[in-house]
Nanobody
Framework: QVQLVESGGGSVQSGGSLRLSCAASGYTSGSYRMAWFRQAAGKEREGVAA???????GYTASVKGRFAISVDDAKNTLYLQMNSLKPEDTAIYYCAASYYFNGYSYTQSLQTSAYSYWGQGTQVTVSS
């Protein structure tokens, strides 16, 4: 079993920055895919940024050039650096992960179906 705990959310003015963290614990060896999703009020959950154990990354178009995903393997921690924040970035942000023990590596994905484990979410509010 794997536990994911997010931190770093909060309120910020438009143009500001935040860094989200997601600490993973439990059976986290093997190859992996990890990602950040967000869900705004009244909207579906969407993939924001993803990374795999080979270091490949992917971003949804609306955050390219503003957000950066990274992982510290030694600390089992996923990060999302968010710069130039906009009011439309306001949402609950979720960390997600999947781990694989079959000797294969899997490409990063922004699809919810690619992930087995989810954090509880952290609120990000951007005011204009």
């Amino acid at each position: 079993q794997v536990q994911l705990v997010e931190s770093g959310g909060g309120s910020v003015q438009s143009g500001g920055s935040l860094r989200l963290s997601c600490a993973a614990s439990g059976y986290t060896s093997g190859s992996y895919r990890m990602a950040w999703f967000r869900q705004a009020a009244g909207k579906e959950r969407e993939g924001v940024a993803a990374i795999d154990s080979r270091g490949a990354t992917g971003y949804t178009a609306s955050v390219k050039g503003r957000f950066a995903i990274s992982v510290d393997d030694a600390k089992n921690t996923l990060y999302l650096q968010m710069n130039s924040l906009k009011p439309e970035d306001t949402a609950i942000y979720y960390c997600a992960a999947s781990y694989y023990f079959n000797g294969y590596s899997y490409t990063q994905s922004l699809q919810t179906s690619a992930y087995s484990y989810w954090g509880q979410g952290t609120q990000v509010t951007v005011s204009s």
